[in-house]
Nanobody, 115 residues
């Protein structure tokens, strides 16, 4: 069982930055593929970025060059650095862990980009 707790969301002006964090329980965090998804009302949840234990990161086209996903396996934490935020980035952001045939989700954190 893996528990995920997100933090770092909030209100930011267009062009601003936020860093989301996701702390995971469990001793085998390093073996999971970690990801960030986002969802707005009435739309499907979409992948923002993912980072495997080994290998390349993956980003949605809409965030390439603006967002950076990283992980600190010693701290069981994955981060999403979001720069040059735009109103269309407004959503609930969810942390995700995949591994050993299972998928886990955090509770979500709201990100609102507005002036």
């Amino acid at each position: 069982q893996v528990q995920l707790v997100e933090s770092g969301g909030g209100l930011v002006q267009p062009g601003g930055s936020l860093r989301l964090s996701c702390a995971a329980s469990g001793s085998i965090f390093s073996l999971y593929v970690m990801g960030w998804y986002r969802q707005v009302p009435g739309k499907q949840r979409e992948l923002v970025a993912a980072i495997p234990s080994i290998g390349s990161t993956n980003y949605a086209d809409s965030v390439k060059g603006r967002f950076t996903i990283s992980r600190d396996n010693a701290k069981n934490t994955v981060y999403l650095q979001m720069n040059s935020l735009a109103p269309e980035d407004t959503a609930v952001y969810y942390c995700n862990a995949k591994g050993f045939g299972r998928t886990y989700w955090g509770q979500g954190t709201q990100v609102t980009v507005s002036s």
